[in-house]
């Protein structure tokens, strides 16, 4: 991988003017483009990250190890009420989570982030997102944007380029996953439902259209205007619901639930169900190393979560060093256990001592969790949002692996120069594409 970003940034320089005329269509298009977030359209860098056949299939693996190890953790939580006492949910969501889903797939959909390293293939994992994983409509517009691009074009020559696709390959396996639902029909009606002052509402479009592409009825829906009637879920207008493509986090579920009653009374299959929440919840990186998760996993698998889970505990008094963590501020992270978008994460390497030391004190015992900082990966890379001429500069990489239905289906590729990478942090995103050499 390492060879195809150098040989891509060579062909850039050798063909700079082309290039730089190149990226200033690709901005065009993302600006005029479907992919937005928080209301301005998704930034993105001009080289896109380019993944090796061997590199896929050793994620191919990697993601099959830890769904086989995260749908044991599920089972278990609802199996076992002692192993349940581990979680940080009230009561209220643990009987949430503990509903019938009336389909065996645990986990349907997930975006398992991780730090790779593209030279030998190693990597320690950031977070699991299950409720509401996203981006895909990004990296569908990304890929896109590049088709046409001077260096893509180029490297075309001698390499077979192809994108993933992430809406089609998702209606399958939601279908796969609902033919195993034990009140299913011969013609489903489905929403996608999520609390729409803060959704991806174009995602949820190129999604709606994937279903209809399909032959399957669907509709999107504001989550709180679902109703209920005689135990069946409707749509607004009196449509009769029979499969939910969930995509509002368990979370807002929780802090709005009296809002959502028609979801949670109604007699109707939801993909992904509630307890989807317990390796979406990021305490689950401190309860995959516990000796009551050990007892139920093999030797290697227990092995896996050592060399790839980072230590991870909670944020609170006489569990962890405060000197220590303050001393060797770089080589720490704090996160919330249950936010998303990388809202609330402080990672130690970009901060001061003093405002480190702030924010650590005043987290403790406020939900936050105190994990080792993985140092991320960095390739090269140039960014034309910004400079008229710019230069190539190094980025940290983080890399999600889609994984619809047990099967890895796509990555997602993030880019940034600060500890964190994430939208709030100045983060770019970048096109995921597989390269295999021609013969």
């Not at 700079?16 to 690709?26: G, L, Q, R, W």
């Not at 006492?85 to 509903?99: A, D, M, V």
């Not at 239905?405 to 120069?417: D, E, I, T």
Request: hydrophobic share 40%; glycine share 6%.
């Amino acid at each position: 991988m390492k060879d195809l970003n150098l040989r891509y940034a060579e062909i850039i320089r050798e063909r700079y003017e082309e290039n730089s005329a190149s990226a200033k269509d690709a901005i065009a298009h993302m600006e005029a483009g479907s992919a937005i977030y928080r209301g301005v359209p998704v930034a993105c860098l001009y080289m896109p990250k380019l993944f090796s056949e061997a590199a896929w299939e050793h994620l191919q693996q990697a993601a099959a190890t830890i769904c086989t190890i995260l749908d044991k953790v599920i089972q278990r939580y609802l199996d076992d009420a002692m192993y349940r006492k581990l979680f940080p949910f009230s009561t209220e969501l643990e009987q949430l989570i503990l509903t019938e889903a009336g389909y065996p797939r645990l986990l349907p959909i997930a975006r398992l982030d991780i730090f790779f390293n593209e030279e030998d293939f190693s990597f320690q994992f950031c977070e699991f997102n299950a409720d509401g994983a996203s981006a895909m409509n990004e990296n569908r517009e990304i890929n896109a944007a590049l088709q046409q691009s001077d260096a893509l074009i180029k490297m075309r020559e001698a390499y077979d380029i192809t994108a993933f696709e992430y809406f089609d390959s998702w209606v399958k396996e939601f279908m796969e996953i609902y033919g195993s639902y034990h009140k299913k029909v011969a013609s489903p009606s489905v929403v996608i439902a999520d609390f729409m002052e803060g959704a991806t509402v174009n995602e949820f479009i190129e999604f709606k259209d994937a279903f209809l592409r399909a032959g399957i009825d669907c509709d999107i829906c504001e989550i709180r205007e679902l109703v209920c009637v005689d135990g069946e879920l409707r749509t607004p207008d009196g449509k009769k619901v029979d499969a939910v493509y969930r995509r509002a986090v368990t979370r807002d579920i929780m802090e709005h639930i009296d809002e959502v009653a028609a979801l949670l009374q109604a007699d109707v299959c939801i993909i992904g169900h509630f307890r989807t929440q317990i390796i979406h919840n990021k305490a689950i990186f401190s309860i995959l190393r516990m000796p009551e998760t050990f007892a139920f996993l093999t030797g290697e698998e227990q092995a896996y979560i050592l060399k790839h889970i980072p230590e991870t505990m909670p944020l609170e008094n006489g569990v962890f060093d405060l000197e220590d963590v303050l001393t060797n501020k770089d080589s720490w992270i704090i996160k919330p256990e249950d936010l998303y978008a990388s809202r609330g994460v402080y990672a130690g390497i970009d901060m001061d001592p003093e405002a480190w030391r702030k924010a650590v004190t005043e987290a403790i015992g406020t939900g936050y969790l105190l994990q080792r900082y993985c140092t991320p990966y960095q390739s090269l890379n140039i960014d034309f949002n910004k400079e008229a001429r710019p230069d190539f500069a190094m980025y940290n990489n983080i890399t999600g692996m889609y994984v619809y239905n047990g099967k890895l289906k796509g990555l997602y590729s993030r880019a940034g120069q600060m500890g964190t990478i994430s939208s709030y942090a100045q983060g770019l995103t970048m096109a995921s594409l597989l390269v295999r050499e021609k013969y």
